[in-house]
Structures are given as C-alpha cells and as structure tokens.
Antibody, heavy 119, light 107 residues
Framework: QVQLQESGPGLVKPSQTLSLTCTVSGGSISSGSFYWSWIRQPAGKGLEWIGRTYTGGSPNYNPSLRSRVTVSVDTSKNQFSLKLSSVTAPDTAVYYC???????????WGQGTMVTVSS | DIQMTQSPSSLSGSVGDRVTITCRASQGISNYLAWYQQRPGKVPKLLIYGASTLQSGVPSRFSGSGSGTDFTLTISSLQPEDVATYYCQKYNSAPLTFGGGTKVEIK
C-alpha cells in the first residue's frame, strides 16, 4: 500500500522560500508508470496544481508559478520536494503531494500540510 | 493553456435525487479527464478517470461521460455521504488544470 507524507515548516516568512518534502512509502518512486505532483488549496478555495516530476524526466510547472517553483526527486531517499521562492500571503494554503498515473489522474494523495506565510 | 469550467458552482438535492455536474474544457482533451470528491475537511479522492472509468471501490451510483470538451459526472441517487465538493481535472498534458469545483449539499 503506497502512502505519501508531506513534511516541512508550517510557517514561512514573506519573501522567503517555502520548502516541503513528500516521502513515499510502500513503493518505489522510480517506477516509470507514475509521476509525482504538488497541489495546493487555500482555505475555502479550490485545488491548484503546482507542478510534477518524473524520475528521469523533465519537470512541468503551472505557468502562473513557473518563475518561483522547483519540483525535484531524490530516488535515494524515495522522496520528492517542492521549493517555492519569494512567498507572499496568497501562498498560504494546504499543500498536498500526490501520485499520478499516466492514464489515471491522481490516485494517491498525502494528508496535506498547512503552510502559513506570515511575519 | 486549456481552461476547465465546471457548472454549477453549487447545488442542493434531496436524498435519492439524480445529480449532474458539468465540466467543459476550452480545447479538446480526448478522454483525459478525472473527477475527484473532497468531503469537508478531507483529502481529495479519485472517483473517475478516463472520463468514465470508476476508480476501484467507488460506489456504482457515480458515473462519468463525455469526450473532447464536454464531460459530466452523475450521481444516480444522492446519499448523505455524497456531501462534498467535486472537481474535474485534465491530465492529457501539463498544466494539469482543475475545474473550480461544484459543492453538493443535501436539502
């Protein structure tokens, strides 16, 4: 049973970089059938896709965040990560990591982690 | 980039009602369309992928249809546990955009 778990600071100061890690357990992040994504949800609002990475492939990003975001994978730790630079209050949200299957959408999600941008 | 538009933004139905949610893509996406259910305070859950294939374990009262630009999610008999916000999402190519969501409530 594959599980995902987000980790990282719950509070980030404005203009700093938000850094989160998603640990994959119960399966290998190196499987070629999957991609690994970050999705966020501000309180009371909808889901926003941030970006995705594959092992051995180039990442893709939401155009609205592309200049500030990096999604990368560490196969040795079976983890993938999110870095979002120059954060401001609108970046406050629950951040989810999720596994995507090439033909199936996001079938496994982490529990989500709340990140607040505030001084 | 392709935009995903859901309608209505909210709806209210009685237990046992048939409920339909629509999702429209601004360009054709074949059948690369998924539907998710997010109950209040919970993590989104994949209901349907490939526009019409039910994810394992999802009750058969849920169904999806459509191809190209127009898609629907139908709940054949609304149940109290179906109170949730439902999202469509395209996944044919990046960006993997979500629709704005449809909040379903019980009258």
């Amino acid at each position: 049973q594959v599980q995902l778990q987000e980790s990282g600071p719950g509070l980030v100061k404005p203009s700093q970089t938000l850094s989160l890690t998603c640990t994959v357990s119960g399966g290998s992040i190196s499987s070629g059938s999957f991609y690994w994504s970050w999705i966020r949800q501000p309180a009371g609002k909808g889901l926003e896709w941030i970006g995705r990475t594959y092992t051995g492939g180039s990442p893709n990003y939401n155009p609205s965040l592309r200049s500030r975001v990096t999604v990368s994978v560490d196969t040795s730790k079976n983890q993938f990560s999110l870095k979002l630079s120059s954060v401001t209050a609108p970046d406050t949200a629950v951040y989810y990591c999720a596994r995507g299957k090439i033909l199936n959408g996001f079938d496994i999600w982490g529990q989500g982690t709340m990140v607040t941008v505030s001084s | 980039d392709i935009q995903m538009t859901q309608s209505p933004s909210s709806l209210s139905g009685s237990v046992g009602d048939r409920v339909t949610i629509t999702c429209r893509a601004s360009q054709g996406i074949s059948n690369y369309l998924a539907w998710y259910q997010q109950r209040p305070g919970k993590v989104p859950k994949l209901l349907i992928y490939g526009a019409s294939t039910l994810q394992s374990g999802v009750p058969s009262r849920f169904s999806g249809s459509g191809s190209g630009t127009d898609f629907t999610l139908t709940i054949s008999s609304l149940q109290p546990e179906d109170v949730a916000t439902y999202y469509c999402q395209k996944y044919n190519s990046a960006p993997l955009t979500f629709g704005g969501g449809t909040k379903v409530e019980i009258k």
